[in-house]
């Protein structure tokens, strides 16, 4: 049973730079997934449905996506887990822990624009990761750059090989359907449903399939549009080889489709060859050498953690990935970190914000769990054993601001509510080490990220702040090359920056422009200054 539960499941994420159609795409795979009747335009006009995947306040009135949800859906007997990333530039680091949790991603390009920067921010992890990576262009019924184009720019910026499985088909310069080159299938849809207006691409549009063959496809899209449909169908066949299961899943090969996720166009296409495609939980790396996700034993980590997703109740929830055998309700399961036992007592999976506990899960699965303050993002839980899964990176940010307290009284809920969100990686907080002076700094990968920290200081703990700017632009995380215990003192002394300890204790320098930091790697060599950090660092009391 365990085996036949665990090939069901089919975790992944979608990726893309904002604007591409990210949030509206995940509502149409809930459509067509049966879990919602109708989907809601993003930018809701009031009195019409809102977008199902988007839950925090401020997301609602921005129309993007700030945090991310789990959306669980079923489709063809699968058990679709996807995880929704933040498309906003500012929420990188969000999305590059979600990159750990998942076993496959859909990269989403604007058939106008290519790819953009944040996509290849995101493109690299995943490359790092080797995790297979179906392309899907998106906006096809709006006017975009030639499909051949495309795959040439995916190819030479992203340095990964594409294989066209679907391929658009147009009648007089209008986008009229796919044609999939696996099945030999063309894909057609119905005219008065291509316009953008409020209603359409809320239900399945009617859709007419035919072989290539077909004469009545001749008919429907013209003499011209049938032979530029020939002549590039022949083109692609002579001058690619055929599509290599085994590169797609290492990760160096890209399966491409085309589409509209707004009017609903191809998606059908996409899902059904998605479905076949898109593989099952995989084996993980630990310390101790791979677990295979069929292991009895229950193990998973912790890639995010989320406070107050319910205002009544000031909780926390910890997102945890399981990545062997089941979890059960209830159930004990081994905080390897801390080395104590904690109690899974009601295991929750969401669809944006209803949620559901759950009995059981299977690897491949991600649940939240309810966390008094216990868990830390990248911490193993495990059914006994002691093995810990790779640690997920914390990045150096890349924006630091200072906050002011307006009303002194606050400082109680103020330190709670910034310990709060430093623990969920919203933002980074660095403070000086005990007996120095000095404020917390904050830190972060994108500039909106102060705006959600104070909104959200406002808005969960009734507390004013102001931001303000400070003098640094790089942080590093401090260790010593021989990998002995770090002086602060001696390390104060030695650079010129500021010293100061992030939310694991881990030292870390601050950098007002790189010159400083260069000359401290000049001068120290007995230092390591790194851009990224995973697990804790050893110090000096």
Known sequence: MSHHEISRRRTFAIIAHP?????????????YGGVIQLAGAVKAKRGRANAVSDWMEMERERGISITTSVLQFPYRGLQMNLLDTPG???????????????????????????????????FRVCRQRSIPIFTFVN?????????FELIGEVESVLGIGVYPITWPVFRSGVFRGVYHRMARRVYLFDADHANSSSTTGAERPPVEVTGIDDP???????????????????????????????RFEAGELSPMFFGSAVNNFGLEAFLETFSELMPPPRPRDTDQGPVEPTRDEFSGFVFKIQANMDKAHRDRVAFVRICSGRMVRGMKAHHVRSGKDVRLANPTQFLARDRNVVDESWAGDVVGIHDPGNLEIGDTLTGGSRFVYEGIPSFAPEHFRRLALVDPMRRKQFATGLEQLAQEGTVQLYRPPAGRAGDLVLGALGQLQFEVVRYRLESEYSVQVRVEPVPYQLARWVSRADGKPLDLDALHDAVEGMVVLDVRERPVVLFDREWALRTAERLHPEYRFAETATGVVVRAA
């Open 139 to 147: 906006k096809m019924d709006r006017p975009g750059r030639d499909a």
């Open 19 to 31: 604007d591409a159609g990210k949030t509206t795409l995940t509502e149409k795979l809930l459509l």
């Open 88 to 122: 906003h530039a500012d929420f990188s680091e969000d999305t590059y822990r979600t990159l750990h949790a998942v076993d496959g991603a859909v990269m989403l390009l604007d058939c106008a624009k290519g790819v953009e920067s944040q996509t290849r921010k995101l």
């Open 216 to 246: 009545m496809l001749r008919e429907a899209l013209d003499d011209a549009g049938y032979d530029r449909l020939r002549a590039e169908a022949d083109l692609l066949d002579a001058a690619g080889d055929g599509f290599d299961r085994a």
